[in-house]
């Protein structure tokens, strides 16, 4: 009987003294989450993660669940299992209060209220507003961001100015997925092989950001692929119809464990477009995956394919759009000018913990795809393999005086793009004209120091060493080959934040950037390379106010900055089909930017309405061209724009929204934007018109039978049937006594609705 009661003993006192362990991290970024507050569910507080994001909690029972709650993020419930007593917790940033989400940026692991420099933050929530078949209503809802489309097969992306120059694709902003190089190594970008519904976070720099990511004036866009919420298995169904034939059917597995976090989705989209010779067709797979194989080491895998079969419409003139906004350019119709690609990415990242003070990340990756790009004066072919990888080691000595954390890395891409151009024969290839090689290699190395010089004072210290070459192979013109090597460039960082309060942080930075031209802007009019172009430069001077008021219900961000540009790439149409680029240009970027977000209501103000926010971004921008030459052929001078307005910059640009949700599973996304008029060509003598777009989406999501959540929706875009033209041609030229063809109209009232349904295993 004694030695029953003592082995019931042991048992009990082994029982209450059952031990967990583990991390908590930020599920999209993988960064650790200092100060979690994890609770019993009696409400007493039984751990605190570390500045590691490490915790230990007893319980009395093998089984149960508390709550890890941090601000700026959603509540995490953690399901306590007697198989598994080292967790790996991930929680999901909430998208009302971004102040407080923990930003990957300059890898300082700070809340974005806390870190130097124009920084936005978009969730999955942002770019589920609209109808989640592009990126645009989101990126516009950034101060000083922009995303032009009208139809899906063309895009482009500027920032406080820069890029919105770009002839085609993005230029100018670096773009990653996962850490990983979306931009190809001679900057230029397309994102259509992203799958929008994938995407379950972006981090916005604006402004150059060459300390930590290298070449790129107008700043960078970080995106992260989702990742499954912790402790869920579930398979989701959705599908998506809509004006113009848009339609899209998808299935997502998601598997969020302690040791592998899975997500795989597969995606079918169709479009037949707003235009004549507009449709659009996309295929995507993507795979997440992210790995725990013990408490020092994350391993995570990426691997995405996606096929787009494209048709190009083409710019129209203004009295083509007033006949018939509808028509395609009658030259693309005639060339059957189209995308047809076929991408493939594949990523391999590990993050190490050496010890609390030494810690590396790296990731390696290849890319490739196959392009054929009927256009209107060309028939492409394209094949491009690139390869490289990122590293970066953080180390804290853990001075007791002036605390110093260091951050150096290193990035390399090199991309092999093999092109033949051919003459178009209405859409079939004719006879080859073109057969060039470019193997292009770009390098970066960056250091970054952040010292506390007080509890409240940070200063941070960057400076990247960037080195960029183009070496071209010409086939059929041999003497045309050669080798063009850019000017190293070295591009400092200083910025100083103070944290006064809850309501009020001040910082001020000083950062420098460049970007050099592409290889298809090398070229001179014969065809030969240009020894004489260089590398756009950028110096921003900025300052940053941000922090939260009322009892943190309002949110608010401000950044004033002065960038001057020089070196500017102008672009000068020779001829049909031929563009050359000098370094004629410099401009001044003055502006301001305003995001304000008000929590009206929450969940514990109001029984049936969960969050109710509207919210505004504002920008003004005061650009304008300070010695702008228009070159011809011979390095003439052929036209002066000094103190002109950049072109194709809006002075003023508005965005609003009102966000509501309900505790019955009803839901409302509203938003408003209006883009002044913009100067359509450097002498400033033809305007895009301003114009507003209005838009509303209404769901209702709801748990049926414990294990089933069904969510279906409905919406309406330009609820205003207004027409406007969201993407110009910039500086087009009307050959023959023709008018320039600027406008590419965008679809009038279109509506669509879905439905999803996931099943919680």
């Given at each position: 009987?004694?030695?029953?009661g003592?082995?019931?003993?042991?048992?009990?006192?082994?029982a209450?003294?059952?031990?967990?362990?583990?991390?908590?991290?930020d599920?999209?970024?993988?960064?650790?989450?200092?100060?979690?507050i994890?609770?019993?569910?009696?409400?007493?507080?039984?751990?605190?993660?570390?500045?590691?994001?490490?915790?230990?909690?007893?319980t009395?029972?093998?089984?149960?669940?508390?709550?890890?709650?941090?601000?700026?993020?959603?509540?995490q419930?953690?399901?306590?299992?007697?198989?598994?007593?080292?967790?790996?917790?991930?929680m999901?940033a909430?998208?009302?209060?971004?102040n407080?989400?923990r930003?990957?940026?300059?890898?300082?692991?700070?809340?974005?209220?806390?870190?130097a420099?124009?920084?936005?933050?978009?969730?999955?929530?942002?770019?589920?507003?609209?109808?989640?078949?592009?990126?645009?209503?989101?990126?516009?809802?950034?101060?000083?961001?922009?995303?032009?489309?009208?139809?899906?097969?063309?895009?482009r992306?500027?920032?406080?100015?820069?890029?919105?120059?770009?002839?085609?694709?993005?230029?100018?902003?670096?773009?990653?997925?996962?850490?990983?190089?979306?931009?190809?190594a001679?900057?230029?970008?397309?994102?259509?092989?992203?799958?929008?519904?994938?995407i379950?976070?972006?981090e916005?720099?604006?402004?150059?950001?060459?300390s930590?990511?290298?070449?790129?004036?107008?700043?960078?866009?970080?995106?992260?692929?989702?990742?499954?919420?912790y402790?869920e298995?579930?398979?989701?169904?959705?599908?998506?119809?809509?004006?113009?034939?848009?339609?899209?059917?998808?299935?997502?597995?998601r598997?969020?464990?302690?040791?592998?976090?899975?997500?795989?989705s597969y995606?079918?989209?169709?479009?037949?477009g707003?235009?004549?010779?507009s449709t659009?067709?996309?295929?995507?797979?993507?795979?997440?995956?992210?790995?725990?194989?013990?408490?020092?080491?994350?391993?995570?895998?990426?691997?995405?394919?996606?096929?787009?079969?494209?048709q190009?419409?083409?710019?129209?003139?203004?009295?083509?759009?007033?006949t018939?906004?509808?028509?395609?350019?009658a030259?693309?119709?005639?060339?059957?000018?189209?995308?047809?690609?076929?991408?493939?990415?594949?990523?391999l990242?590990?993050?190490?913990?050496?010890?609390?003070?030494?810690?590396?990340?790296?990731?390696?990756?290849?890319?490739?795809?196959?392009?054929?790009?009927p256009?209107?004066y060309?028939?492409?072919?394209?094949?491009?393999?690139?390869?490289?990888?990122?590293?970066r080691?953080?180390?804290?000595?853990?001075?007791?005086?002036?605390?110093t954390?260091f951050?150096?890395?290193?990035?390399?891409?090199?991309?092999?793009?093999?092109?033949?151009?051919?003459?178009?024969?209405?859409?079939?290839?004719?006879?080859?004209?073109?057969?060039?090689?470019?193997?292009n290699?770009?390098?970066?190395?960056?250091?970054?120091?952040?010292?506390a010089l007080?509890?409240?004072?940070?200063?941070?210290?960057?400076?990247?060493?960037?080195?960029l070459?183009?070496?071209?192979?010409?086939?059929?013109?041999?003497?045309?080959?050669g080798?063009?090597?850019?000017?190293?460039?070295?591009?400092?960082?200083?910025?100083?934040?103070?944290?006064?309060?809850?309501?009020?942080?001040?910082?001020?930075?000083?950062?420098?950037?460049?970007?050099?031209?592409?290889s298809?802007?090398?070229?001179?009019?014969?065809?030969?390379?240009?020894?004489?172009?260089?590398?756009?430069?950028?110096?921003?001077y900025?300052l940053?106010a941000?922090g939260?008021?009322?009892?943190s219900?309002?949110?608010?961000?401000?950044?004033l900055?002065?960038?001057?540009?020089?070196?500017?790439?102008?672009g000068?149409?020779?001829?049909?089909?031929?563009t050359?680029?000098?370094?004629?240009?410099?401009?001044?970027?003055?502006?301001?930017?305003?995001?304000?977000?008000?929590?009206?209501?929450?969940?514990?103000?109001?029984?049936?309405i969960?969050?109710?926010?509207?919210?505004?971004a504002?920008t003004?921008?005061?650009?304008?061209?300070?010695?702008?030459?228009?070159?011809?052929?011979?390095n003439?001078?052929?036209?002066t724009?000094d103190g002109?307005?950049?072109?194709g910059?809006?002075?003023?640009?508005f965005?609003?929204?009102?966000?509501l949700e309900?505790?019955?599973?009803?839901?409302?996304y509203g938003s408003?934007?209006?883009?002044?008029?913009?100067?359509?060509?450097d002498a400033?003598?033809?305007?895009?018109?301003?114009?507003?777009v209005?838009?509303?989406?209404?769901?209702?999501?709801?748990?049926?039978?414990?294990?089933?959540?069904?969510?279906v929706?409905?919406?309406?875009?330009?609820?205003?049937?207004?027409?406007?033209?969201?993407?110009?041609?910039l500086?087009?030229?009307?050959y023959?006594?023709?008018?320039p063809?600027?406008f590419?109209p965008?679809?009038?009232?279109?509506?669509y609705?879905?439905?999803n349904?996931?099943?919680?295993f």
């Amino acid at each position: 009987m004694l030695s029953i009661g003592l082995l019931l003993f042991f048992i009990q006192v082994k029982a209450q003294n059952r031990l967990f362990k583990g991390h908590i991290y930020d599920s999209q970024t993988r960064q650790p989450l200092a100060g979690v507050i994890i609770v019993n569910s009696d409400g007493q507080t039984i751990a605190k993660s570390d500045v590691k994001g490490y915790f230990e909690l007893g319980t009395s029972s093998a089984e149960g669940q508390v709550k890890a709650s941090l601000r700026g993020y959603k509540f995490q419930l953690i399901k306590l299992r007697a198989d598994e007593s080292e967790l790996n917790v991930q929680m999901e940033a909430d998208a009302v209060s971004l102040n407080e989400v923990r930003v990957e940026s300059y890898n300082g692991n700070k809340t974005n209220k806390e870190t130097a420099g124009g920084i936005a933050l978009i969730t999955a929530r942002d770019i589920n507003r609209g109808n989640a078949v592009s990126f645009q209503s989101a990126l516009n809802g950034i101060p000083g961001v922009r995303m032009d489309q009208s139809t899906l097969s063309e895009a482009r992306i500027s920032i406080r100015g820069n890029g919105v120059r770009a002839s085609y694709g993005i230029r100018n902003v670096k773009i990653y997925l996962n850490e990983i190089p979306v931009t190809e190594a001679d900057g230029t970008t397309r994102i259509e092989a992203l799958d929008v519904n994938s995407i379950g976070r972006a981090e916005v720099i604006k402004g150059p950001a060459s300390s930590i990511y290298g070449a790129g004036t107008a700043g960078v866009i970080n995106f992260q692929l989702q990742r499954s919420p912790y402790q869920e298995q579930s398979l989701e169904a959705s599908g998506l119809i809509g004006a113009n034939g848009l339609h899209r059917l998808a299935t997502t597995y998601r598997s969020g464990g302690d040791k592998v976090n899975s997500y795989v989705s597969y995606g079918w989209q169709e479009y037949n477009g707003y235009r004549e010779h507009s449709t659009d067709m996309r295929r995507f797979l993507t795979g997440n995956f992210q790995l725990f194989p013990s408490d020092k080491r994350i391993i995570t895998l990426l691997i995405n394919r996606t096929t787009q079969h494209s048709q190009i419409p083409g710019s129209l003139t203004l009295d083509q759009v007033n006949t018939n906004p509808l028509q395609a350019n009658a030259t693309n119709l005639d060339k059957a000018a189209g995308r047809y690609q076929n991408w493939t990415r594949i990523g391999l990242g590990q993050q190490y913990r050496f010890n609390d003070q030494f810690s590396n990340t790296t990731s390696v990756f290849t890319y490739f795809y196959d392009l054929n790009h009927p256009l209107p004066y060309a028939y492409i072919r394209n094949y491009y393999q690139s390869y490289g990888g990122r590293t970066r080691f953080s180390y804290d000595p853990e001075f007791k005086t002036l605390p110093t954390r260091f951050t150096i890395g290193a990035e390399f891409n090199e991309g092999l793009t093999k092109g033949t151009q051919y003459v178009n024969n209405h859409g079939t290839e004719g006879a080859v004209n073109s057969n060039v090689d470019y193997q292009n290699t770009q390098y970066s190395l960056f250091y970054q120091s952040e010292t506390a010089l007080g509890p409240k004072t940070t200063l941070t210290l960057g400076l990247s060493y960037n080195s960029l070459r183009y070496d071209v192979k010409d086939y059929l013109k041999q003497n045309q080959s050669g080798l063009k090597k850019f000017d190293p460039q070295a591009s400092p960082r200083i910025a100083l934040s103070h944290n006064f309060s809850d309501a009020l942080s001040l910082h001020a930075s000083v950062s420098s950037g460049f970007s050099p031209p592409s290889s298809s802007e090398i070229k001179n009019v014969d065809g030969s390379i240009n020894p004489t172009l260089q590398a756009e430069k950028a110096l921003n001077y900025e300052l940053n106010a941000k922090g939260n008021l009322l009892k943190s219900r309002l949110e608010y961000d401000l950044a004033l900055f002065k960038m001057d540009m020089k070196g500017e790439l102008i672009g000068q149409s020779v001829q049909q089909g031929i563009t050359i680029y000098n370094n004629a240009g410099k401009t001044s970027h003055n502006g301001a930017e305003l995001s304000l977000s008000y929590q009206l209501l929450k969940a514990e103000d109001q029984q049936q309405i969960l969050s109710l926010r509207p919210f505004v971004a504002v920008t003004y921008s005061d650009f304008k061209f300070k010695d702008y030459k228009i070159l011809n052929a011979q390095n003439q001078v052929t036209a002066t724009y000094d103190g002109h307005q950049l072109t194709g910059i809006a002075p003023w640009v508005f965005n609003a929204g009102l966000d509501l949700e309900t505790r019955s599973g009803v839901y409302f996304y509203g938003s408003y934007f209006y883009s002044d008029a913009l100067p359509l060509n450097d002498a400033n003598s033809a305007f895009n018109p301003s114009y507003q777009v209005l838009n509303a989406k209404i769901g209702y999501k709801k748990m049926l039978l414990k294990c089933l959540e069904a969510n279906v929706y409905g919406g309406l875009d330009n609820i205003l049937n207004k027409s406007y033209s969201s993407i110009v041609s910039l500086n087009a030229v009307g050959y023959g006594g023709a008018q320039p063809a600027y406008f590419n109209p965008s679809p009038k009232r279109n509506g669509y609705a879905g439905l999803n349904l996931k099943y919680i295993f």
